[in-house]
């Protein structure tokens, strides 16, 4: 296959940049973090300004973790802003390249296809990434950086890796420059799409960057990870055969809705009981909203750390080394495609009693439907009561209208008024995060 040229380009800091930028403020002079002033000290750093990073602050880290002797501004979280911001910036793109060639990958980065450019431009890659970066800076004061790449994962790799050390902001990898920097990159964690679990696994066969992979019998590595084998595999060598146009093209085999959060502490039984209807009822607004059906029903229930699982020290100091307790749940057909809220809920509730440990604190929980196709294409089934169904689905509609008009907390259910509910919490933000 012909080589490519991709550009994936991410915005720095992106959060905290749009902090600085609405103040004012220089994010490379200016000690700034995103993080919710009114949580405890354990709360995450949603991000922290490049100021902050070279003075070796690490990333997401908790608001404690900062050392007592830097001064910095606490913003408190605006996602819709961020969204806005972001969707200021693909707009952007847009003027440069179409949107059959741009895949979005995040709210701050994505890839641009820039093969069909170069020519256009009369420019090289780097100066396509230049256009683009400079025209983000120029309009939103937003700093972004690039990675350029003869395939989407080289791309990525030269993003994450080679462009924090390159003096424009730019890195560039083919496959003779991956193997001469890349392949022997430690720690391997860096490399896009290796998590700790994964580089736990290839620990185990003495594997610590993406040389040893290359050097590791191929059917070990199948027999470790499986089909995923085979991704590893390629981008061990540098090879990424999807296209942006695949990635457009792709459809699925199933289709499901999800909806999970972390509590912000720990829950009984009980009480987590109630934010799982409060969870089953939005994802039934939902299903209902979009006119979707589901088959099967998925519940994941994760438990409170252990703190009784000693000390670790670190450059901040002693802490407690917490362990979470594992988690229980599972998956549940329900015997035909329903939305109903009613059945929906009968069957998770019998999920939870049956699966959830009683007496271990709840930190966690997750629910989902799958089986999704459009409520027009389900099977009719002949024994349910058609009359209840019908009011069933009267009531939600109107739900919906009055959330649809007034707002998602103008009517609520009496249980979201218990003490430990956050469903009117939630409605208030995006992502888990003030709106």
Known sequence: MTDRT????????????????DRGLDPFTVNLVVADPTRTEKT????????????????????????????YIMAKPRMRRYMEVSCDIYSIYLRYAS?????????????????PYLALYDTDARGFANMLMNAVMRETGICATAGIGTNLFLAKVALDITAKHAPDHIGYLDRDAFEQTIAHHRPITDIWNIGPGIA??????????????????????????GVNAEYLIDHAHGVEPCTIAQIHAYEPRAHSLS????????????????????????????LVEKHLVG??????VGYAKDRAAGTV????????????AGSTGGTRRLGKQTNSFKHLMLCFEELYRQ??????PIRRIGVGVGGIIDEDLAELDLFSDTADAAAERQLQEAVLAVKGRFGKNALIKGLSLTDKATARERNDQVGGHHA
Do not use: W
């Open 259 to 286: 909806n999970a959060q972390v509590l912000s502490c720990d829950y009984t039984f009980e009480e987590a009981l109630v934010i799982l209807k409060e969870m089953v009822d939005q994802l039934v607004l939902e």
């Open 99 to 115: 949107a059959e060639d741009i895949h979005v990958y995040s709210i701050d980065e994505c890839f641009v296809d820039a093969t």
């Open 6 to 21: 991709y550009v994936c380009i991410d915005l720095k800091s992106f959060y905290a940049s749009v902090e600085c930028a």
């Open 200 to 225: 736990e696994r290839l620990a185990r066969f003495h594997v610590y960057d993406l040389a040893g992979v290359c050097n590791l019998e191929e059917s070990v590595l199948y027999r470790e990870f």
């Open 44 to 71: 995450i750093c949603l991000a922290i300004t490049p100021a902050m990073k070279e003075l070796g602050i690490r990333n997401r880290c908790r608001v404690f973790e900062i050392p007592a002797d830097v001064d």
């Open 313 to 324: 020290t670190g450059d901040h100091g002693t802490r407690p080394r917490h362990r979470y």
């Open 355 to 360: 699966t959830t440990d009683r007496e271990k």
């Open 295 to 300: 088959d099967s029903i998925s519940l994941s």
